[in-house]
């Protein structure tokens, strides 16, 4: 049988057994909305770089955990020394060659819990995603493959910080923000096989890395802490319809959770005046058409554009517009208006036009 399909096959089971496994634990506990920044508790610190602990999904003084070393400790990021050994581009590790990607992705800005021995700490930043198999239906050594992990982070002044069977009870936060699926291939069979994590600290950023591996496919997440830059203009109505009388259409930089149709609370304002421009023209009617960059599946992003171009109508008729008023296309990734090469580009391209119906 080949192994990139038994490796799909025994990740499809994962998932599809997850949610009964999670209710016979009793593991109910519901995900946060992934536009509501997690509290710091009071008195505490954030963590430097973009790293923060969700308290809200666990206790404020979790109970201690033992270590690798069998001794408990309390993971102290400033334990990990800093780092300025000289670094390729990202994702900076490699497979070796005995190994081969089966599925990857790559997002510029997203979370992923990490393992850290006693607690899981969330990553906000770029995430890099891969699943591998052995190639040519190779052995899999996993141990061979933890080994070139630890060289290739000492090598770059970083260090483990955990290893070992991640605790039920904290890989429960997977579920959180749809990670386990969006992440499926890179966080590997977590809930049955030994991970280990590993931290290159720098002055300007932290590099995060998961690994899980077992006898038939492996995946890692690498993640690189940075803040959240917002691509979204807010366009006043007055600018709207000023495009729409000259050019006949004006696209809206709308910010949606990840990979979803959600409408993030920061691109509210600008819906806000979409509804104003429709007030002051009763007699305008739109079409609200969808379009993404080039990432991921053409098919998922077509799908994609369709769904958040229908959530805009939907806000805009809850605000009391009238539906006959408005139509929702999506385009997919086939109308690009800048260069899918560079990440200015893609976030061009991940707009929401209106366009004045004829």
């Given at each position: 049988m080949n192994r990139h399909v038994t490796a799909r096959a025994y990740r499809a089971a994962i998932i599809t057994l997850l949610p009964f496994a999670l209710v016979a634990c009793g593991g109910d506990t519901p995900a946060p909305s992934a536009d509501v920044a997690a509290p710091v508790p009071s008195g505490?610190?954030?963590?430097?770089?973009?790293?923060?602990?969700?308290?809200?999904?666990?206790?404020?003084?979790?109970?201690?955990?033992?270590?690798?070393?069998g001794e408990v400790d309390r993971f102290d990021i400033e334990s990990v020394p800093l780092s300025d050994e000289p670094l390729g581009a990202f994702p900076y590790l490699a497979l070796p060659p005995e190994l081969e990607i089966s599925e990857e992705r790559t997002l510029e800005f997203d979370h992923f819990p990490f393992w850290v021995g006693d607690r899981m700490v969330w990553v906000e930043g770029k995430v890099y995603s891969a699943g591998f198999v052995g190639v040519d239906d190779q052995e899999f050594s996993p141990l061979a493959l933890r080994r070139n992990v630890e060289s290739?982070?000492?090598?770059?002044?970083?260090?483990?910080?955990?290893e070992g069977r991640i605790p039920a009870a904290m890989t429960e936060q997977y579920e959180q923000d749809d990670v386990a699926v969006r992440y499926v291939d890179g966080k590997g069979d977590v809930y049955n096989d030994q991970a280990s994590t590993y931290l290159i600290r720098r002055t300007d950023r932290d590099i995060w890395v998961h690994l899980s591996t077992n006898n038939i496919f492996g995946g890692w997440i690498i993640a690189e802490t940075q803040a959240f830059a917002p691509t979204a203009k807010l366009l006043p109505a007055s600018e709207l319809?000023?495009?729409?009388?000259?050019?006949?259409?004006?696209?809206?930089?709308?910010?949606?959770?990840?990979?979803?149709?959600?409408?993030?609370?920061d691109s509210r304002p600008q819906i806000e005046q979409v509804v104003q421009l429709l007030k002051d023209d009763p007699a305008?009617?739109?079409?609200?058409?969808?379009?993404?960059?080039?990432?991921g599946h053409a098919d998922q992003n077509q799908q994609l554009s369709e769904a958040r171009a229908a959530s805009v109508v939907a806000m805009l008729v809850a605000r009391g517009i009238k539906a006959d008023r408005l139509d929702s296309k999506g385009f997919g990734q086939d109308q690009p208006v800048a260069d899918n090469g560079s990440e200015e580009g893609k976030a061009r391209n991940r707009r929401v036009e209106l366009v004045k119906a004829s």
């Open positions: 505490a610190e954030a963590p430097p770089n973009g790293s923060t602990d969700l308290p809200a999904a666990l206790p404020a003084e979790p109970e201690p955990i033992e270590s690798v070393s290739m982070v000492a090598a770059a002044g970083g260090r483990k910080v955990a319809k000023q495009q729409l009388d000259t050019a006949g259409k004006v696209a809206l930089q709308v910010n949606f959770a990840t990979d979803k149709a959600e409408i993030l609370p305008l009617e739109l079409s609200v058409n969808g379009h993404t960059d080039n990432t």
